[in-house]
């Protein structure tokens, strides 16, 4: 091969690559905003309606879901949206203790009360939050 087509067949390696590169970087930006950007920037909405009590809604359904995630933690459902994590639906950090005072007080165990709130729903006031295009609702606090 002579010098000229090496540099050639290079120079159009080196190209292809170039343009490989942008094509993921296109579909990189929107992937990260999408599934990174969107959440944080929620939840930071979702902790600035809630210093408004015009914001926050009585009327919110909990349920326990059927799956665990790669964890073990149990997942919920909140107004038929999910399954999460309680740390991805809760406003504040404290949600967990205050579903296991819940369980305390009902007198059942940990299994039953799951079992039946899996059907029944757990009331819950929530804040919805509306962010480009999309909504959800995050966990003020148990009723």
Not at 83 to 97: A, D, G, M, Q, V
Request: charged share 20%; net charge positive; hydrophobic share 40%.
């Amino acid at each position: 091969m002579t010098v000229d087509k090496q540099n050639l067949k290079e120079s159009r390696q080196e190209r292809i690559v170039r343009i490989l590169s942008y094509i993921v970087l296109v579909f990189a930006i929107p992937f990260t905003f999408v599934f990174i950007g969107i959440p944080i920037i929620s939840s930071i909405q979702a902790a600035k309606l809630a210093k408004d009590p015009k914001n926050i809604r009585n009327n919110g359904c909990l349920r326990y879901a059927t799956v665990t995630d790669k964890h073990g933690a149990s997942m919920f459902y909140l107004n038929q949206q999910g399954p999460h994590t309680l740390r991805e639906l809760s406003i504040k950090s404290n949600l967990s203790s205050q579903i296991g005072k819940l369980i305390d007080e009902s007198n059942l165990s940990y299994n039953e009360f799951v079992k039946i709130h899996t059907k029944k729903c757990i009331q819950v006031r929530f804040i919805h939050y509306k962010l480009l295009g999309t909504s959800g609702d995050y966990i003020y606090d148990l009723q």
